[in-house]
């Protein structure tokens, strides 16, 4: 099925360690994950995008899916800006529940949508566990179409909870951007926090 839809330096003295140590957020999605980044990162509403997404959908399962997504948070920082999304699509709106052998296609379906604003080039791929989830990630670099001269790194992450499909997705305009994306941690149907993308994350090439 196709549907439409962050490391602190060391510091070797314990007591400033504590002090210096950054402030996080946590964003709870309410399929069952939570999502930790830095204080200093801006939520911002995601619904324009939404909308605009939705004129963009060329069918009725495309429409469909766009519809179930929920924006659980949308962040940026820097400039150029970083920008880190995360979106659930839940089973009860969606009509039927996701199973693990639709994560490729619900995956690479969110991923597919981006092409329509990015131009993208070289795409790595690979597949990882975060406690019993099986993830699915895409980097890539890419242009927007409006700004040819301006380069981004794109990230998607993807996994099917209990109750649904959830991405975590990341438009990296520098490569602090990127390390925060990837080293933030998240939490998935209750187990123990991880990192989102582990250094091993990309074994797999395209064919």
């Not at 305009?173 to 990192?195: C, K």
Request: proline share 6%.
């Amino acid at each position: 099925m196709k549907t439409s839809i962050l490391i602190a330096s060391i510091v070797f003295i314990a007591a400033p360690l504590a002090a210096q140590a950054p402030a996080l957020q946590t964003h709870t999605g309410d399929i069952g994950f939570t999502y930790t980044l830095p204080a200093d990162w801006q939520v911002v509403d995601a619904h324009p995008a939404q909308q605009q997404a939705g004129k963009d959908a060329t069918s009725a399962a495309a429409m469909k899916g766009i519809e179930c997504v929920q924006v659980a948070l949308t962040a940026h920082h820097g400039t150029p800006a970083s920008v880190i999304v995360a979106e659930a699509l839940p089973d009860d709106c969606l009509g039927h529940t996701l199973t693990q052998n639709d994560l490729a296609g619900f995956a690479s379906g969110a991923a597919e949508g981006l092409k329509q604003t990015f131009d993208m080039e070289n795409p790595e791929y690979g597949t990882y566990s975060i406690g019993t989830h099986t993830m699915w990630v895409e980097r890539v670099k890419s242009m927007p179409k409006k700004n040819p001269g301006a380069e981004y790194l794109i990230e998607v992450v993807c996994s099917i909870l209990k109750k649904g499909g959830v991405c975590f997705m990341a438009m990296e305009g520098s490569e602090s951007g990127m390390r925060v994306f990837e080293n933030s941690l998240v939490a998935l149907e209750g187990e123990p926090p991880s990192i989102l993308i582990p250094a091993n994350a990309f074994v797999k090439k395209p064919q």
